[in-house]
């Protein structure tokens, strides 16, 4: 009978190893998705066309992606520290550290968002990838048309989250043909900054 | 377990002993037993190649019909088929080892590369936003596991690749951890391969950019990180040891070099808030430098010589490209270029004559 060491060394062996392990680091990958699945809360969410100037392409329709009430949110959800939006100051703040959008889902239909520089220890959040200044194009334009000089002027804060523009542009049948007529409800399941896609 | 020699130093070393042998020095038998504690490193063959390019290209060719008929396929099956190539390559791998090892290896590269593409695929059908760092940290772990248990080099080598895309992917995200154990692994591995050169150039790398990645999560400023990265090359250089010593010596010139250049600029040393005019540190640091490779290549070293090649062009175009005519500028710089490419390859023949002299 083959001693335990030689059965650990022989070719056999190694292929088994081999595609266990694989198979372990393959999966993972699914660690934290499951606990997303079984931990988070669900949250309804509406996608609708965010472009703020379809009259300046009167020969296609643009869309522009945007989630109603995550993309964009009044300047009061920035701490206060960074509603300095005259200043080049918020866009330096903006690339020292990571942000997090706090959720607290009042109802189906509303939601306020908070943004904070910590993370949260519990309750709903997204992980922010990027912040910036959202301009009024009308205002902007009047502005120029009164003084001559080119200001944009400011309306809230803009904020994307990672990737989720692109899960949803994948899971969401025909999405971008659709938004240029319709919103589409889909929903979010979150947990500790996490996210996975429920419906569709 | 007998020890590997390039080919070079082992047909050099058979022809020693067989001359000895000629000379009456030693018997035939103890050339045997000599012979015998050593063997010839298997370097790269045609069919090898031949048989690991047409592995790589079904695996390649494969992937590329699954993917683009991904969407059609549930997300389950996506998954069973997966797992089914990796599996029928890591079989086919053990059911030719014995009578075709080449191309049981090759099989094996294409496991790794099915597990690799496995992790993209999977993370992509099921959304799991996955950052493409961690991908790559977990496919180095696939590659590292099955390079430990059939100890291939090639595997373990090209760990080091995917560690370094997971490094400088993650550069701005948390990954202290994961890096630290990876280069862990990488330096016990060193150990584990027999401290083999290319092994000992893939971990230093890793390591080099690790401490880049922690002077960043830092803050630490251009000009602090040009002048560690200086200090780690001097003690790359004067830290004498066993184990590559010449790759280490390559890293201390190299590192010197690339710092130095850095710090050549006056506008890096203005960052540094109570220095004002950079000049008064960039220059004498760059003449400095200079001066310490020209002592570098009187020891007879080729790397310092580009170095100093590399600071005569910085200058030549900084100083002269506004006042001289284009035309003119670049015929000199041509032949400036062709003058140090001449001389570093005459240079580079007088070592390798010395070397085997």
Known sequence: ?200 | MKKKLSRYVYRFFQEALKDATEKNIISTQQEKDVLAFYEERRGLDFIRVLVSIGSILIGLGVLLFIAGNWEVISNPFKVIIILAFLAASLASSYLTSKHRPITSQALLYLSVLIFGAGLFLINLAYNFNVEAYTINFVWALGALLLSSVYKDTILFVFAHFLAFLFLTLGFNDPIYIQGFLLLVIFFAGNYYFGYRKLITFGSLTLLLVFILYVFNDLDVLAPYIALSFFAIGLLFYYFKHQINYDIFQFFGVALMGVAGFALSFKEIWQEIEWITNGSWFSLPFALAVVIYMFTLVSKRQITPLIVIAAFILRYYFDTLYDFLPRSLFFVIGGFMVLGMGYYIERFRRLEVEDEKS
Not at chain 1, 32 to 38: E, R
Not at chain 1, 40 to 54: F, L
Not at chain 1, 59 to 69: H, N, T, W
Not at chain 1, 94 to 122: C, D, H, K, M, W
């Open chain 1, 1 to 200: 009978m083959k001693s335990l060491k030689s059965l650990w060394a022989s070719p056999l062996a190694k292929v088994v190893i081999s595609f266990v392990g694989l198979f372990v680091l393959l999966f993972s990958l699914t660690v934290v998705p499951l606990m997303t699945y079984f931990l988070g809360d669900d949250v309804p969410i509406t996608i609708y066309n965010a472009n703020r100037e379809p009259e300046r392409f009167n020969d296609f329709v643009y869309v522009e992606v945007g989630i109603q009430d995550f993309t964009w949110v009044p300047i009061e959800a920035m701490p206060e520290d960074l509603r300095d939006i005259e200043s080049n100051n918020f866009y330096r703040r903006l690339n020292e550290g990571t942000f997090y959008a706090v959720i607290e889902v009042t109802n189906n239909t509303s939601r306020v968002i908070q943004v904070v520089e910590e993370e949260p220890s519990e309750g709903l959040y997204l992980e922010i990838d990027y912040l910036f200044l959202s301009v009024d194009p009308v205002k902007t334009e009047e502005k120029y048309e009164e003084t001559g000089r080119y200001e944009p002027v400011y309306d809230g804060i803009q904020i994307t989250y990672r990737n989720l523009i692109s899960v949803l542009d994948t899971n969401v049948p025909n999405m971008y043909d659709r938004l240029k007529t319709e919103t589409i409800d889909v929903t979010l399941r979150i947990y500790r900054g996490r996210y996975i896609l429920i419906n569709p």
